[in-house]
């Protein structure tokens, strides 16, 4: 993926072959990038602290973001299994 695509999107849950449509948030997660700290970020974006390790990635890099915090939008203290982390190879 090009690393202007990772910079803008925004990360999400979904529950997979469930029968009810249930409305998921992302309040945070954490963001690596190989050869830099790990990156806390406090909602669905990627923040300005994200951003600076993501521009350090090279091509081929391997991030990745992962320990999502998803919640049902209507039922905050409903506690959800864990949200499988996503792995994105830098493009350019």
């Known amino acids: 993926m090009p690393r202007a695509n990772v910079e803008i999107a925004t990360i999400g849950a979904m529950l997979d072959d469930f029968d009810f449509d249930l409305n998921l948030a992302v309040s945070g997660f954490k963001f690596k990038v190989p050869g ?20 350090r990635a090279g091509r081929g890099d391997i991030v990745q973001i992962f320990d999502i915090e998803a919640y049902i939008t209507n ?18």
Do not use: C, F, M, R
């Not at 830099?36 to 521009?55: E, M």
């Not at 905050?76 to 996503?86: D, G, I, N």
């Open 36 to 55: 830099q700290p790990t990156v806390s970020v406090n909602g669905n974006k990627l923040d300005s602290k994200a951003k600076a390790a993501l521009k």
């Open 75 to 92: 039922n905050k203290s409903y506690k959800l299994k864990k949200v499988s982390p996503v792995v994105i190879e830098i493009t350019n």
